[in-house]
């Protein structure tokens, strides 16, 4: 099913098919109870997750869940206090002021707080005579004053203490998010470091300090540089205008405008701190391997210590009904779509439990009436739906594609005709309760993931929900007839939407600045506050690590001459079940093509649409991935229909009829799919460019059929590859309980002899790299650069230094580079570098490195990634804090579930034939610093690189880069090996 925009998790639950549906509703109610300490707390009786929510006397909400997957709690922080809630002089303040929070406070980040105080009063008071200022010269004079006090300020305090010490910890995920109503900070953590991290956080929360403020600011204003060169979030401001025409929703971004950026003020920035970041508009979450009683008594001698402050939550306005649809246009470069949007009630209300449905029943991925009339029939290049619900407002929204030759308008009338059809109640009977199974089925998926419940407790704290209503929802959603449905639709679904047109073309209102020429500034990294020096010395429970034994946890049968891989489901009644062919499009480039058209037929008794409806019925998703070297024909699901499943699956797999109608339309898919790739700047980059540095002209992404040699393909050969697959040699593995149910289904249904060996693979040549630039245009504000090099053949015995590599120099917030690249001098807002190992014996590791930044930034981001990959700056604080924490992370991970067949067979391919994972552990425990010097010497420092750029050709400096090797500018046609035929219509 698809992915929902919310997510109810369950432990154990009952789940029927459509076909016997009367399922016992569970009675819900709220039970008050007191703990083994005398802590007060709520939890709902039938509840799956088993949830405790604590309320602290300061006020602090506290929501414990258990989860023993893994020795790891997921954790969030969140606040109630989002974007809606910045003054609108102040715009973006809430989501700058999140990243202040990664700074420190009084008693770490500093040398010397009372001497750094002085210095950050002055930084605050010259911004406020910055924001008053209105001439730009001495607007300017007042900013290189800033500058120079901020300089002077860097060498007391001490660069990213926060991310060193919650790094040590093992911690995962480390990050943070602002959206309309809340602010929320992440970590997940091994559950040993449970009471460290709690004092760090406290400590963290307990005062506010503005410091390496300007750089931070700069950071931001690339962030918003990138949401400048993203059409969704043209398209998405545009429809909150159109809905929210009078709500912050609509007329505030959370990044904020580019002139509030630039005139900040510190003094509100604290002001918004105090007024909200109080316990009683915050929660602290934790999900995963805890106890009850021993974990709310650690939060409450942590954050138990915070003071109550009354809180007043801004009264937001009161929209008007939408009279009549109002519709705007924005343009970009990136492929056109069309949004639809019908405004609702808020979270909680009776709209937004029949709009879930609504939205299920018209796109579930597999039978809703957009999948069926329109993704299935390819009426359209895609569409579907989702709902969003907020504290004062929700809002069911579409979205459409459209094929070649078809315009948006088209689009939108054929999306509003499936909601016509929900309206006059042209949708079968089962379908609403084969809607309502398949949200219970993704409750049981979605409980096996701690941080899946985490996150729907952050919308329960955040929209003021009461978890009893949040997990009762499906069941009352049964209550809702046919009849009850319709007539909803024709009240809600009238001529009272927005659309937005996102059409491709140059963009308005882009806002370009110049470079503020920022002095870097000092990261102190060879010191450390007595709060640090103080938390490391805390000891924290002893947690070994756990390596899995493959031959003992993965059982290996044979069933019908071919073998069967089976790892227990010990949690539900859901099972994956994979036929497995070791070979892939590198064996036959038509193989993929040919696959992905078996989902737009049907077989001589079915058509496509039943195959499809006939698998929702069942519970059960079918698919198939294809890459280079593998295929895998998979259904996931219910157990209990494991054998129905597949027989159906070999019923379509034996029995497809070629569709000349269909095929034609698949042919105008792929010719438009590929124009869309074509003005995607992420694809050009990222798998374009990144392929062609590595591969040069000859390689599989360049290795494709013309537009014209698929059009003239006879389908029927596509259809008779497809049934030939089944003929050559394969292999099963199935994950769920009961493997004599999975062998008797395979025996029924899956019928072979004669099993063939796999066609000649295609071999494409990894080239060496160095002195290329290869560049591609394209209309965008930021640039982008990746330096790739190709390096040593793969040898398991540096996994471990590679490890600690990646986490030292180039992953994470307090890695070399992101220090560098933008703590100290600001140069970019994503910056990031890693050695990169080999997926297969044989083939050469590669490092890489990215910078994404302002056009007129680009050489000083260069020089400085360069410098650092030949010149690894050595830190002994940052190497220990690296190696802790590949070490934690490494005793919390636990290899469970299906990726233990996985992880066995991705080990394999690397011809590794034990789990190598102590080794690697025992490794890490004896590096010093001086063997990762070493380790980058040996295979980083030196290497030869090609650069892969996309920007703006208009604003690049080609000359500076010329500096890095020679330079080839790649059209986007030549660069995919696309030809550039007139537009392809109907």
């Given amino acids: ?56 006397e300061n006020g602090l909400t506290v929501y414990l869940s258990q989860n023993r997957t893994e020795p790891k709690i997921q954790t969030f922080i969140p606040v109630r206090a989002g974007s809606v809630y910045d003054p609108a002089d102040n715009t973006g303040l809430a989501h700058y002021l999140e990243h202040m929070l990664f700074k420190g406070s009084d008693e770490f980040g500093t040398q010397d707080w009372e001497a750094e105080k002085v210095l950050l009063d002055s930084i605050s008071n010259l911004y406020e005579q910055h924001k008053s200022e209105t001439d730009i010269d001495k607007k300017k ?43 929320v900070y992440v970590n997940k953590i091994p559950s040993n470091a449970l009471e460290k991290w709690l004092h760090l956080e406290s400590e963290r929360f307990s005062q506010l300090v503005l410091r390496i403020f300007h750089t931070e600011l700069e950071a931001v204003y690339e962030e918003f540089n990138r949401g400048q060169d993203s059409d969704f979030r043209r398209a998405s401001y545009a429809m909150g205008d159109l809905l929210f025409p009078t709500h912050p929703y609509g007329q505030q971004t959370t990044i904020g405008t580019s002139e509030h950026l630039k005139n900040p003020s510190m003094v509100a920035i604290h002001n918004y701190f105090e007024k909200y970041y109080v316990p009683n508009n915050m929660a602290v979450i934790l ?110 929204y579409f979205y459409g594609n459209p094929k070649s030759g078809q315009t948006l308008e088209e689009v939108k009338d054929l999306i509003l005709e499936q909601i016509e059809e929900i309206k006059k109640g042209n949708f079968e009977d089962w379908l609403v309760d084969a809607v309502i199974n398949d949200l219970k089925l993704s409750q049981m998926r979605n409980y096996e993931d701690a941080s899946n419940l985490a996150y729907d407790l952050v919308n329960t704290f955040v929209h003021f929900q009461d978890w009893k209503d949040r997990i009762s929802m499906f069941d009352r959603m049964k209550d809702l007839t046919k009849e009850d449905i319709v007539a909803f639709a024709n009240e809600f679904y009238k001529d009272n939407y927005a659309v937005v047109y996102k059409r491709q073309g140059e963009p308005s209102n882009v806002v370009k600045v110049e470079n503020p020429g920022i002095t870097p500034i000092e990261l102190n990294r060879d010191k450390k506050s007595e709060f640090m020096a103080s938390f490391e010395q805390m000891e924290t429970p002893n947690l070994e690590p756990v390596f899995v034994n493959y031959e003992e946890a993965i059982s290996t049968d044979e069933v019908s001459d071919i073998e069967l891989a089976f790892v227990e489901n010990p949690q539900n009644d859901l099972m994956e079940f994979n036929i497995i062919f070791d070979m892939g499009s590198d064996n036959d480039k ?60 070999e019923n379509l797999w034996d029995n497809a009829q070629a569709d000349k109608e269909a095929f034609d339309k698949y042919v105008l898919k792929i010719a438009k799919g590929r124009e869309d790739t074509k003005s995607n700047k992420g694809a050009i980059l990222w798998t374009g460019l990144f392929n062609y540095g590595m591969y040069g002209e000859e390689s599989s992404l360049r290795d494709i059929y013309t537009i014209a040699e698929l059009k003239a393909m006879n389908p029927d050969d596509l259809v008779n590859l497809v049934k030939e697959l ?27 002899e004669g099993l063939k060996d796999y066609p000649p693979k295609k071999e494409y040549v990894k080239l060496e790299t160095g002195d290329n630039v290869f560049f591609t245009n394209y209309d965008m504000v930021q640039a982008e650069l990746v330096f790739l090099g190709k390096g040593d053949t793969f040898d398991p015995s540096k996994m471990a230094a590679t490890n600690v590599f990646n986490s030292y120099f180039g992953s994470g917030i307090s890695s070399i580079v992101f220090q560098e690249i933008r703590e100290s001098k600001s140069l970019a807002y994503s910056a990031f570098s890693a ?121 690049l400096d080609i000359n500076a880069l010329e500096k890095l090797g020679k330079v080839k500018e790649l059209d986007v046609d030549y660069l995919f090996n696309y030809e550039t035929p007139p537009p392809i219509k109907d």
């Avoid at 120079?148 to 007391?156: L, R």
């Avoid at 069942?618 to 219910?638: A, F, K, Q, S």
């Avoid at 292999?731 to 072979?752: C, L, P, S, T």
């Fill in 1 to 56: 099913m698809k992915k929902l925009f919310f997510t109810f998790l369950a432990v154990s639950i009952g789940f029927v098919s459509c076909k016997n549906s009367s399922t016992s509703k569970e009675a819900y109610t709220v039970e008050n109870s007191t703990d083994a300490n005398g802590y007060a707390y709520e939890s709902v009786s039938n509840d799956p997750t088993g949830t405790r929510k604590y309320t602290l």
């Fill in 141 to 183: 004079e007042i900013y290189q004053l800033i500058d120079k006090v901020s300089n002077d300020a860097s060498k007391i305090s001490i660069a990213n203490e926060y991310d060193k010490m919650v790094g040590a910890l093992g911690a995962q995920g480390t990050n943070a998010w602002t959206w309309h109503e809340e602010t």
């Fill in 287 to 396: 999900v995963g391997d805890l106890d009850f009683e021993e974990t709310i008594k650690m939060v409450d001698a942590t954050f138990g210590k915070f003071e109550y402050e009354e809180v007043e939550h801004p009264t937001r306005p009161t929209e008007e009904p939408l009279a009549n649809a109002v519709e705007a246009e924005v343009f970009g470069p990136e492929n056109e779509r069309v949004n639809i949007a019908f405004r609702a009630d808020a979270i909680g209300s009776e709209d937004e439990m029949k709009v879930v449905l609504i939205d299920m029943l018209l796109n579930n991925s597999a039978a809703g009436l957009i999948d069926l009339n329109l993704n299935k029939q390819q009426l359209v290049q895609n569409a579907g739906s989702y709902t969003q619900f907020l504290n004062d407002y929700g809002a069911h």
């Fill in 590 to 649: 038509l193989l993929p093509i040919a696959l992905d058209y078996l989902k737009y037929i049907g077989t001589n008794t079915m058509s496509a649409e039943d195959v499809s409806k006939e698998f929702y019925k069942l519970g059960v998703d079918y698919g198939v991935r294809v890459n280079n070297d593998r295929t895998i024909v998979y259904l996931n699901g219910l157990r209990e229909n494991l054998d129905k499943g597949l027989a159906l699956l």
């Fill in 726 to 752: 089944k003929s050559y040699k394969h292999r099963f593995f199935y994950y769920g309980n009961n493997v004599n149910e999975a062998k008797d289904a395979i025996v029924a249904n899956h019928i072979v």
């Fill in 835 to 955: 050695h990169m190992m080999a997926s297969k014996a044989g083939d050469p590791n590669y490092t890489y490195a990215y910078v994404g930044t302002q056009a007129n930034k680009l050489n000083e981001a260069v020089d400085a990634m360069l410098d650092l990959m030949n010149n690894m700056p050595e830190a002994e604080e940052n190497f220990n804090s690296a190696k802790e924490a590949t070490l934690n992370k490494m005793a919390a991970a636990r290899t469970t579930k299906q990726d233990i067949f996985w992880s066995y067979e991705r080990m394999k391919k690397r011809g590794i034939s034990e789990n190598n994972g102590e080794e690697i552990y025992n490794s890490v425990k004896d590096m010093e610093l001086a063997d990762l010097s070493s380790f980058f010497k040996e295979n980083i420092s030196g290497t030869e690189y090609n650069v892969m750029v996309v920007g703006n050709k208009n604003d």
